[in-house]
């Protein structure tokens, strides 16, 4: 293979579409590109070719302030990245190209075939046609203490209305997640922000948003932003005054099930980290890879 390095986000935009499928949510370029920072970020997609012809590439982005390589979407999109390349037994010549100080993370586990990638983090959902996409035969299936407490702290909470897709709860969901998360909320970089805001509105737009927010005493105490595509629910970001309010976040959880089911979807995903609190709902659980160089 020849390579070349692709910083033209008009031809990283045709390349990305000619080789994704868009099965997943942030296979989809548009989604995708709302976390790319035009002022902080470089593209840097490493691509390969054989007669003139792409064999794969890599899509990269140098992040100005940390002086490293990702891939494309940061944080926020990796989940079950992958690698987009005709044969795929030619990986490691491509990852060979990538630059020193090379970070990939949230690698889908399928990658292992081709690559002895590292171990990162878990990565949590429910397939929920295991339950007969029934809440209550989901909730049977827990631990009888946990079932038991569960139904206890929700019917103990105070009176809550619930209302979709208010864009305007977003400033909310910031003050909350600083709160959660003080120094490390990812809402302190204003790209996140804005990244975020764009894509919850693009959503909306497609009509594939599923933000919930629940109100208490006629204050906004919780915010989950969720999405459904093709068959998959995905609880992407959330935050609860659960400070103020004791088991906030577990209702949050409980009505993204529920809605989930209500939309029809095969699997609810809840992404990686925080194990403590996804493994006490029991959720199927794969390990993600990661790249470094």
Same mark, same amino acid.
């Given at each position: 293979?020849?390579?070349?390095?692709?910083?033209?986000?008009?031809?990283?935009?045709?390349?990305?579409?000619?080789?994704?499928?868009?099965?997943?949510?942030?296979?989809? =370029?548009?989604?995708?590109?709302?976390?790319?920072?035009?002022?902080?970020?470089?593209?840097?997609?490493?691509?390969?070719?054989?007669?003139?012809?792409?064999?794969?590439?890599?899509?990269?982005? /140098?992040?100005?302030?940390?002086?490293?390589?990702?891939?494309?979407?940061?944080? /926020?999109?990796?989940?079950?990245?992958?690698?987009?390349?005709?044969?795929?037994?030619?990986?490691?010549? $491509?990852?060979?190209?990538?630059?020193?100080?090379?970070?990939?993370?949230?690698?889908?586990?399928?990658?292992?075939?081709?690559?002895?990638?590292?171990?990162?983090?878990?990565?949590?959902?429910?397939?929920?046609?295991?339950?007969?996409?029934?809440?209550?035969?989901?909730?049977?299936?827990?631990?009888?203490?946990?079932?038991?407490?569960?139904? =206890?702290?929700?019917?103990?909470?105070?009176?809550?209305? #619930?209302?979709?897709?208010? !864009?305007?709860?977003?400033?909310?969901?910031?003050?909350?997640? #600083?709160?959660?998360?003080?120094?490390?909320?990812?809402?302190?970089?204003?790209? @996140?922000?804005?990244?975020?805001?764009?894509?919850?509105?693009?959503?909306?737009?497609?009509?594939?948003?599923?933000? #919930?927010? @629940?109100?208490?005493?006629?204050? @906004?105490?919780?915010?989950?932003?969720? @999405? !459904?595509?093709?068959?998959?629910?995905?609880?992407?970001?959330?935050?609860?005054?659960?400070?103020?309010?004791?088991?906030?976040?577990? $209702?949050?959880?409980? $009505?993204? !099930?529920?809605?989930?089911?209500?939309?029809?979807?095969?699997?609810?995903?809840?992404?990686?980290?925080?194990?403590?609190?996804?493994?006490? =709902?029991?959720?199927?659980?794969?390990?993600?890879?990661?790249?470094?160089?």
């Amino acid at each position: 293979m020849d390579f070349k390095i692709c910083k033209n986000i008009e031809e990283c935009e045709a390349l990305w579409k000619s080789f994704s499928k868009d099965e997943r949510l942030f296979d989809v =370029w548009d989604y995708r590109i709302c976390f790319f920072d035009m002022d902080g970020q470089e593209l840097h997609f490493v691509v390969g070719y054989d007669n003139g012809k792409v064999e794969g590439f890599i899509p990269l982005v /140098f992040v100005k302030s940390k002086s490293q390589y990702i891939y494309l979407g940061g944080w /926020f999109t990796a989940e079950k990245n992958s690698f987009y390349m005709k044969d795929k037994a030619r990986l490691a010549r $491509l990852l060979e190209q990538c630059p020193n100080n090379t970070v990939l993370e949230g690698l889908d586990p399928a990658e292992r075939r081709h690559y002895d990638f590292q171990d990162d983090e878990y990565t949590h959902y429910l397939d929920l046609s295991k339950y007969n996409h029934s809440f209550e035969s989901y909730l049977s299936s827990l631990d009888k203490k946990r079932q038991k407490n569960l139904r =206890w702290e929700l019917k103990n909470l105070p009176e809550y209305g #619930i209302y979709s897709n208010r !864009i305007e709860d977003f400033k909310r969901l910031e003050e909350l997640n #600083i709160k959660r998360y003080e120094e490390d909320s990812k809402f302190h970089d204003k790209a @996140v922000s804005r990244g975020m805001l764009k894509f919850i509105k693009l959503a909306r737009k497609n009509g594939i948003l599923d933000m #919930i927010s @629940v109100e208490i005493n006629n204050k @906004v105490e919780a915010v989950d932003i969720c @999405v !459904i595509f093709k068959g998959r629910y995905y609880a992407l970001m959330g935050a609860s005054n659960y400070q103020k309010i004791p088991n906030l976040g577990k $209702l949050m959880t409980t $009505l993204d !099930i529920k809605s989930a089911i209500a939309k029809k979807a095969r699997f609810i995903e809840f992404g990686a980290t925080a194990d403590h609190w996804k493994n006490m =709902w029991g959720f199927d659980k794969d390990m993600l890879l990661k790249f470094v160089k």
